[in-house]
């Protein structure tokens, strides 16, 4: 544990140099205009949390809104004609 403590090694660290790396040339093509990445701005993140019921029921709805205008609303397609 020591040595890895002074020389970090394993995904964590390939993770970083990714990170750097990727930080590096999305820099180099960025817009002066925006704000530089930073190399952990490519790095996963693992603090994953389950959405809740109400959060996927609105994910849900906001995909089927895209897909078809009309879902949701009291006109709705039967048979390929207007109901």
């Known amino acids: 544990m020591a040595y890895a403590s002074l020389e970090p090694f394993g995904e964590t ?33 693992f603090d994953y949390r389950p959405p ?11 995909m089927l809104r895209m897909a078809s205008p009309d879902v949701g609303s009291q006109r709705s397609e039967v048979g390929g004609r207007r109901a």
């Open 13 to 45: 660290r390939a993770d970083l140099r990714a990170g750097i790396i990727a930080s590096t040339v999305a820099n180099a093509h960025r817009d002066r205009k925006t704000k530089p990445m930073k190399p952990s701005d490519f790095m996963p993140k």
């Open 52 to 62: 809740s019921e109400e959060e996927v029921a609105a994910r849900v709805r906001a």
